[in-house]
């Protein structure tokens, strides 16, 4: 407001004048927010530079409840029902940390997954928050692309990726200041570079309590704690998402080899984990 005044009182007289005001006024706007952007983010940084070191040598359990200690406002917990977010579910359930449990129905997941979902719900007494995708971009994604078109080119497989996951994970995650997730390092390379906490590209600060955890460890935890787990996992199916586009991994292929198998990219991701 101190600019705009400023710059009125300075180019006062003539139309021309005024236009060339309100231009230089809106470019100082510019650059303001875009200072303040990245004061934000320097200062989310600085706030996963502390909490990574203060979360390091503590447990998953403790992580979570630390977490919601340190952070203000909305925190969302995001599970795809799979291993590792059914284990930090019972963490929080077990301690009744202040949390939001959505999840992303894509409409394309397998029927293990509902049924798992159920009994979550009834296991732990809670409701999962559902989001889908928008209906009219579906409809359209559908009618461009076909049922299946995503087998038929990165790009059609990512614009499914898209409106199905991320556009309501967007949602999902709108007004959160603190967002928890099931990445552990060793799922791939790609994940390898991840931390334990992390400033996310839409300046959250993310949680992923198990990290540092083996899949044998998860297993391990789930089995001693009787939790509920997709059967498919014993079927070889170690990261699950949407039905037609996971499949089973033979021994020693990595982690998430069968996700999106007929494409040859290494960080095998669908957009909700992008690192800047
Ligand atoms: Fe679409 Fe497959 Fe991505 Fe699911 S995983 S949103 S079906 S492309």
Redesign the pocket.
Known sequence: MEARAQNEKLFVGGTKRIQRARIADDGLTGIGRQRERNDHRGMLEAQSARLNAILADLSPAERLARFREEIEGKLVFTTSLGLEDQVILHLLAEQGVDVEVVTLD?G?LFSQTYELWAETERRYGTRIRAFYPQQETLEALIDEHGING?YDSREA?SA??GI??VEPLNRALAGATGWIVGLRADQSEHRRGAALVAVDERNLLKLSPLFDWTREAVQNFALANQIPVNPLHDQGFVSI??A??TRAIAAGEPERAGRWWWEHDDRKE?GLHVRR
């Open positions: 894509t394309r995503f497989r499914c990726c199905r996951k998402g949407c037609p586009c669908c």
